[in-house]
């Protein structure tokens, strides 16, 4: 018997095999024919039939416009009502790939490889309680319930406790896990009634008047009741069926006057905690930064027009709003003037991205840099196959996303947290580079500008500018100064 099964067994693979040739000779013979004929036939009628009914007129339209704006023109089309997209505009704005960092070589030695590199900052360092972070890269505004999802609230809470840095609740209500857990909390005041509670104000490591943001501009937010159901619900008291409205205005500042009273009543409540404010990017931005100086405040966050958020109307995103490099630049150089640069701490999102960016902002002047969307890619990570090729990984993320249950938060946390000291590794080696220890020998000296443009927003003097080119006087100067340092 055994003969008999094992000579089926030989035949049958045999057969399957000669099968499987066969299909594939047959398919070589006959294809490659069968393929000239049809894409024959596609490209007579291109190269035949009048542009109404050519194909091609597809490909000279998209070329024309966009195919973002393709989409989002059907999405108006579909719904005739405003439309909103996650992680910020799709534009090219100017950014920081126009600087360089000039490296230590002779003239300045590097650092040691070994040499501890301190990345401490402190925020708000006027106020009777500051608040120092082990990092200058924070977190960005995420709000519960009208943002993301309750597991990715509690994974950023780890993950940011563990590299010693601040979470942010945005403008959504405070969850009691995320407080729990965080080493560092941001609270957000926002125009929204449930960010009022004294109680919950006086939980916080620092508080931050939200006024404005890079991708929404100033401009109230509308959340149908289909996303925000259950817990986020009740905690923003808001009943079923209705919408959850979040003004555009607070109801205490109806003059510019009126944020210093606000500032007093907030550290009066949290008993001196740090007290700021964060603002979108406008042309107007001095006199922004002006009444935030007149109210006396801790700290000043700034929205570049790369920020994102859960979702935007397009117009907002595109079209309002300075790029952060020159929000980031007009703001240190304004409070320079003023002479209140190192009283007030500064800090800067919007489109940052990688180490070098993060970096180049902090050079300029920025006392810490708020990343949102790079964190979530980061959390997400492998997860994202949970959800792609079938739905988008915002699914995962967001608060009424379909997915949000199958989001597995240890693994959140720990990607998050590596990513975060990836960053922060980058950095160090980059500063010993550059002979420093320390952040806060960081300057826009060590920086050049690779044209013209950058310059001129930054200040920072380009790689190479025959008006820079050092005098006489300054050339006898750096050899007697060389001349007595080869001597020692």
């Known amino acids: 018997m055994k003969p008999n099964w094992l000579s089926f067994i030989i035949g049958s693979f045999s057969g399957a095999l000669l099968a499987i040739l066969f299909t594939a000779i047959v398919s070589v013979l006959f294809m490659r024919p069968l393929t000239q004929l049809i894409l024959g036939a596609f490209i007579k009628r291109i190269m035949k039939d009048r542009y109404p009914e050519n194909i091609w007129e597809m490909v000279t339209a998209i070329t024309r416009t966009p195919p973002t704006s393709v989409v989002e023109n059907s999405l108006r089309a579909e719904s005739g009502k405003v439309i909103e997209r996650p992680f910020g505009s799709p534009r090219k704005f100017l950014h920081f790939d126009g600087l360089i960092f000039s490296p230590a070589q002779l003239a300045i030695l590097p650092a040691p490889d070994d040499a501890p590199v301190d990345t401490k ?3 708000g360092p006027q106020a009777k309680r500051p608040l120092t972070l082990d990092i200058p890269i924070m977190l960005g505004a995420w709000g519960y319930g009208i943002g993301v999802s309750e597991k990715l609230k509690i994974a950023a809470a780890k993950a940011t406790s563990a590299v010693g840095t601040a979470s942010n609740t945005g403008e959504g209500p405070l969850l009691p896990e995320d407080r729990e857990i965080s080493k560092y909390l941001i609270m957000q005041y926002s125009s929204g009634p449930w960010t009022a509670d004294p109680e919950k104000l006086r939980q916080a490591d620092a508080i931050e008047i939200h006024i404005g943001q890079g991708a929404s501009a100033a401009a109230a937010s509308r959340i ?9 619900r009740e905690m923003v008291n808001v009943k079923p069926g209705e919408d959850l409205v979040i003004p555009s205005r607070h109801k205490e500042i109806n003059k510019p006057t009126d944020l210093k009273r606000l500032v007093k009543k907030l550290r009066t409540i949290t008993d001196g905690v740090p007290i700021g404010v964060k603002i979108c990017a406008s042309a107007n931005l001095e006199a922004d930064l002006e009444v935030c100086i007149h109210a006396g405040v801790d700290f000043i966050s700034i929205d570049g027009g790369q920020a994102g958020t859960k979702g935007g109307p397009p117009i907002l995103e595109d079209d309002f709003g300075l790029p952060t490099i020159y929000a980031l630049s007009r703001a240190v150089q ?3 003037r003023r002479g209140v640069k190192q009283k007030i701490s500064l800090l800067i999102g919007g489109g940052f991205s990688n180490p070098g960016q993060c970096m180049k902002a902090l050079a300029l002047g920025a006392d810490g840099v708020y990343l ?3 964190p979530l890619w980061a959390m997400t990570h492998e997860q994202v196959t949970k959800a792609i090729p079938w739905e988008p990984p915002t699914q995962l993320a967001f608060y009424p996303g379909t997915l949000a ?3 597995d938060e240890d693994l959140a ?3 998050l947290e590596n990513f975060f000291n990836s960053y922060i590794e980058e950095i160090k080696v980059a500063i010993r ?6 952040l806060l020998e960081l300057s826009e000296t060590d920086l050049v500008a690779l044209d013209e443009i950058t310059s001129k927003v930054t200040k920072v003097r380009l790689a190479y500018d025959p008006y820079q080119v050092p005098s006489m006087e300054e ?12 001597t020692n």
Do not use: C, N
């Open 372 to 374: 949102g969307t790079a």
């Open 433 to 438: 580079a550059m002979g420093k220890t320390s």
């Open 475 to 486: 050339v006898k100067a750096r050899k007697t100064w060389m001349s007595k340092w080869f």
């Open 405 to 407: 249950d199958e989001l």
């Open 224 to 232: 149908p009741p289909e996303f925000l159901q259950g817990r986020a």
């Open 413 to 415: 946390a720990t990607h």
């Open 334 to 336: 304004y409070l320079r």
């Open 121 to 123: 900052i402190t925020i």
